[in-house]
């Protein structure tokens, strides 16, 4: 068969569209994992301290385990909802996985902004979590009776 004549070179492809990402639930947590190991042997440099560089513990985000396995927040997050629609036994494994990889990374999180090691105030934010504070409206007397105001 010749080349398709004109623009129609996209006929040639053998596969249309992105394939899947991870053949089984075990591979995507073993790459998860290889993640958090990276994450873990790759600490921040924080050169804004006196006296030189400081290695900072790095946070897991979805954002930074999505970059490791080459693909998007929006492709990751497509995958966990089409799966969630499923009853096949592989797409409640991947489901498994996905929770799992969600509670790691919130659980680091937490811990670490628990302790001191992250901000505070920034996981809070990024974890959807938030200090209740109770407003307490206080109703004073009314300078004026209601027969004091003018009727219309």
Avoid at 97 to 115: M, T, W
Avoid at 122 to 137: M, P, V, W
């Amino acid at each position: 068969m010749g080349a398709p004549v004109g623009n129609q070179f996209w006929k040639m492809r053998s596969v249309h569209g992105r394939e899947k990402l991870f053949a089984t639930p075990e591979l995507m947590w073993e790459a998860a994992c290889e993640y958090f190991q990276w994450c873990e042997e790759n600490p921040i440099q924080d050169t804004r301290s006196f006296g030189g560089k400081q290695k900072v513990q790095r946070p897991f985000t979805m954002h930074g385990l999505c970059r490791f396995l080459g693909c998007n927040t929006v492709y990751f997050n497509h995958f966990e909802t089409a799966i969630d629609k499923k009853e096949d036994e592989c797409s409640k494994d991947f489901s498994k996985v996905i929770i799992d990889i969600r509670e790691a990374i919130y659980q680091q999180k937490f811990e670490h902004a628990a302790i001191g090691i992250f901000k505070d105030n920034i996981i809070a934010r990024d974890l959807g979590l938030s200090e209740k504070t109770e407003n307490r409206i206080q109703v004073e007397q009314p300078i004026f009776n209601d027969e004091d105001l003018p009727n219309d």
